[in-house]
């Protein structure tokens, strides 16, 4: 695809559910990252993956969020046992190499946890 | 542990009034200053990447500078179509992540 997609575009759950927000980044980016942006807020790093490894996950809140790439290709974040502080939307950014290049973002995911 | 901190929170302009949104960042070492673009419900669209102090970048009325501590978004003669939250956020030389700062929410009124 031309750039990063991101699914669903909405999703609303209930507190204490599972849930699992998918990425495809632009095809031939090595590089992927998670972040979090709070109502009016900027965005928080979550994880970053260079191919299928995560050399950095310092950003996880808590042991609820964890999250995998496969492929070298779409990336999938999982939130288990969700708690209402967990709103917010999530974007996925790819990147060509990594280090000094730009990163290109998706639409984001949309969360509300009931 | 790396800073960015922008300003003005909101800006409010007419169109046509020239202004600049500022950055400032404290970072062990600059990797790249970088400056998005967010219109509401969507995702960040990439800008600017500044490298050293005293480069400058230009697209259409946008103008990005930086310096040592700081870098500025001068917007000439702004149009509604402007009318976005800028972003900005650096890049450290020992990771890849970005830390963001909160934005200034640009208002251009016609």
């Known amino acids: 695809g031309a750039g990063v997609s991101q699914s669903p575009s909405n999703k609303v759950t209930e507190k204490g559910k599972d849930v699992e927000l998918r990425c495809d980044p632009i095809?031939?980016?090595?590089?992927l990252y998670w972040y979090r942006q709070r109502l009016g807020q900027g965005l928080e790093f979550l994880i970053y993956?260079?191919?299928?490894?995560?050399?950095?996950k310092s950003g996880l809140p808590s042991d609820r969020f964890s999250a995998e790439r496969t492929g070298e290709s779409v990336s999938t974040l999982t939130i288990q046992r969700t708690q209402q502080e967990d709103s917010a939307v999530y974007l996925c950014?790819?990147?060509?190499?990594?280090?000094?290049?730009?990163?290109?973002f998706g639409p984001g995911t949309r969360l509300t946890v009931l | 542990e790396d800073q960015v901190t922008q300003s003005p929170e909101a800006l409010r302009l007419q169109e046509g009034e020239s202004s600049s949104l500022n950055c400032s960042y404290t970072?062990?070492?600059?990797?790249?200053l970088f400056w998005y673009r967010q219109d509401p419900g969507k995702g960040p669209e990439f800008l600017f990447t500044?490298?050293?102090a005293g480069e400058e970048k230009e697209k259409e009325r946008l103008k990005a500078t930086l310096t040592k501590k700081e870098s500025f978004l001068h917007i000439t003669a702004p149009k509604p179509e402007d009318s976005a939250t800028y972003l900005c956020?650096?890049?450290?030389?020992?990771?890849?992540?970005?830390?963001f700062g909160e934005g200034t929410q640009l208002t251009v009124n016609p």
């Open positions: 095809s031939g980016h090595t590089a």
């Open positions: 970072v062990s070492g600059l990797r790249g």
């Open positions: 950014a790819s990147q060509a190499g990594g280090g000094g290049n730009e990163q290109f």
């Open positions: 993956f260079q191919g299928n490894s995560a050399p950095d």
């Open positions: 500044l490298y050293s």
């Open positions: 956020a650096v890049g450290e030389t020992s990771g890849s992540r970005l830390t």
